[in-house]
């Protein structure tokens, strides 16, 4: 399965149906599941339940499909017909703030439902979908995806959601965040790139911060307040430690929320572990500039797109003896100008007839190629690079 793909989600499910949820698993279950995967956090390295092989898959894919089983999880939790594609897409289309024009409108109009749907899951995800551009990016996924779950199950449960419900949910969490933010008497890199992280999440952007007295009174949903909580001790994890301050701001929120000191407890103790587990991992806690970033998100994308199409990749640069030989070449000493200039035409002739090698015949497509050359020897055998060490 290949999220990036079209035709993931009904491959998705085809898989998921020789391993659906056991009916024993509760709502705490499923949100403690993405938790452990990330997904509460904004950075997901595994699936929820085990349900598929993570393979290669990305952090952005991971969160695919983290993101439609938790909906599926909600969907079975209340019900169990077989409506769930078409479920999932009524309700992006009420809570969809975005107009759309006429056109916009009629190409939508056209598209099957799990089309549709993976069109919708795209948009969610990515804080930017532009290709180019999100490759300059710290952040890639948006961090506040559990609103969506949240709001999801406000739709099975009440057969409707509203745009007001909506505002006032991303407007309690915002509260509350920038209140803990608030706590802290020196903000440090972690905290302005969580504020950046979090602005470039939420829904809407005209939102009215409200008084954190009346929000945390009037929160009840059980999940909800474990999500509050976790992206509070999100705020407080800069030194690693909870000090005196921020501890008495946690236990007020705790008795505001109706919650045992062993949740907060919990929390604490999971954001620390998830961290310390992952810390090279999270752009979060990075300390990279823009340059940082785009390389490596640019070689992940590289060798994500290489290691898919290996097979079919490998044959064309067998049938292109010239290249073949230039990339040879380029293991023993340096191209020059011109010879660096047919390696790229050459290799954009490949990409033409591979489709979802196309992002390189993209405008600024041209600067992924340094990466494309310097992955391509690992696919090949190694006699074609003697010098490889084999790790």
């Given at each position: ?29 499923l ?78 109009g ?57 505002r ?40 009215e911060?409200?008084?954190?007295e ?68 999270i ?81 600024g ?17 190694s ?9």
């Open positions: 399965m290949n999220p990036s793909a079209k035709g993931w989600i009904k491959k998705l499910f085809a898989d998921y149906k020789t391993k659906p949820f056991s009916k024993h698993y509760s709502l705490d279950d949100y403690n599941e993405l938790k452990s995967s990330g997904f509460v956090y904004g950075t997901n390295f595994k699936i929820i339940f085990n349900q598929i092989e993570v393979a290669d898959l990305t952090q952005e894919e991971l969160c695919k499909v983290n993101m439609l089983l938790a909906f599926r999880f909600v969907y079975e939790y209340y019900g169990d017909d077989e409506k769930f594609v078409d479920s999932v897409t009524e309700f992006y289309n009420i809570i969809d703030d975005h107009k759309r024009s006429f056109f916009q409108e009629l190409f939508l056209k598209k099957k439902s799990y089309d549709l749907l993976e069109s919708m899951i795209n948009k969610r995800i990515a804080i930017d979908d532009n290709v180019i551009t999100k490759n300059f990016s710290y952040f890639i996924t948006n961090t506040l995806l559990f609103v969506d779950v949240l709001a999801y199950e406000k739709y099975i449960q009440d057969g409707q959601i509203t745009d007001t419900y909506l006032e949910l991303e407007a309690s969490i915002e509260t509350i965040i920038f209140a803990a933010l608030d706590v802290k008497k020196e903000k440090t890199k972690y905290d302005e790139s969580l504020i950046r992280l979090f602005e470039a999440s939420f829904r809407y952007h005209d939102r911060r409200l008084q954190y009346h929000v945390a009174k009037n929160i009840t949903n059980l999940l909800t307040k474990y999500y509050i909580i976790d992206l509070v001790c999100m705020t407080f994890w800069t030194d690693k430690v909870i000090d005196e301050e921020e501890h008495i701001f946690l236990k007020h929120l705790g008795t505001d929320l109706n919650m045992s000191s062993e949740v907060l407890e919990k929390a604490t103790d999971d954001i620390f572990a998830f961290y310390t587990a992952h810390k090279d991992e752009a979060l806690l990075k300390s990279r500039n823009m340059v940082q970033s785009f390389y490596e998100n640019s070689s992940n994308m590289v060798k994500k797109l290489i290691n898919r199409n290996k097979k079919r990749l490998a044959t064309e640069l067998y049938e292109s003896k010239e290249l073949m030989i230039l990339l040879t070449q380029s293991t023993t000493r340096s191209l020059t100008e011109e010879e660096q200039k047919r390696v790229k035409e050459q290799l954009l002739d490949i990409f033409k007839s591979i489709p979802s090698l196309a992002i390189f015949m993209l405008p497509g041209m600067l992924l190629l340094p990466f494309v050359i310097k992955y391509i020897p690992k696919i090949l055998p006699g074609f690079d003697d010098n490889r060490v084999d790790e």
